[in-house]
């Protein structure tokens, strides 16, 4: 499969505790964008990256979040001290930077629930 | 801010043409119309786009009117697994980032 892949996919944790999600884009993607997804809602955008510059982060990534793509291929964003509230659905996306009217493409998400 | 309006949801016949309208009345010249669908619990899968031709792939037909203030998706013969909510986007492709920013979508159910 050569489609954006995340993972875990499933996360149950404490309240309080540390969570980290991967993600790998399609190969040769230089752009790689963070969202996140409540229940009933559109997704929202957290980041984005264009290889391993972060040049973009939304008011909504809390100083508890943080997201880094160290060598400008896969991605992790990592959540501290987890609060119910953060419980969604974290998708990322990634997309060339030109050619093919740079379409994103989302990975399948990685569902964190917060007890 | 969403830069689109949707209905809320339609419903479509199993084996009819499902056809999906957008107002997009504020779209510059250098503004794409993007259609996504989510089938629940996955994540966004990437539909059509076009800027003011219309479009047509495997997938669906894109329409947009000579004034670019609207916009209808098409598919053809809509099957269950087309449920899903569809969401229509206003991307500009020169801005920097020119990330996706998501409305409400409309919800569509096919039945049979």
């Known amino acids: 499969d050569t489609g954006v892949s995340q993972d875990p996919r499933h996360k149950i944790t404490k309240r309080g505790q540390n969570v980290t999600f991967r993600c790998d884009p399609i190969s040769e993607h230089n752009r790689l964008y963070w969202y996140r997804q409540t229940l009933g809602q559109g997704p929202e955008f957290l980041t984005y990256f264009q290889n391993e510059a972060q040049l973009e982060k939304s008011r909504l990534l809390s100083d508890r979040f943080s997201a880094e793509r160290p060598k400008g291929s896969f991605s992790t964003l990592e959540i501290q001290r987890t609060e119910q509230g953060d419980s969604a659905m974290y998708l990322c996306?990634?997309?060339?930077?030109?050619?093919?009217?740079?379409?994103?493409?989302f990975g399948e998400g990685s569902w964190l629930t917060v007890v | 801010d969403a830069k689109t309006t949707q209905p809320t949801s339609m419903d479509c016949a199993e084996g009819r043409a499902a056809n999906l309208p957008c107002n997009h009345s504020t779209i510059s010249g250098n503004e794409y119309v993007y259609w996504y669908r989510q089938i629940h619990s996955q994540g966004p899968q990437y539909i059509i786009h076009g800027l003011k031709n219309n479009e047509t792939n495997e997938m669906a037909s894109l329409i947009i009117t000579e004034d670019r203030k609207s916009s209808t998706l098409i598919l053809p013969h809509a099957t269950l697994r087309d449920t899903a909510v569809y969401y229509c986007i206003v991307r500009h492709l020169m801005e920097y980032g020119n990330k996706l920013v998501f409305g409400a979508g409309t919800i569509l159910r096919v039945k049979s």
């Open positions: 996306a990634s997309s060339p930077r030109s050619g093919s009217g740079n379409t994103i493409y």
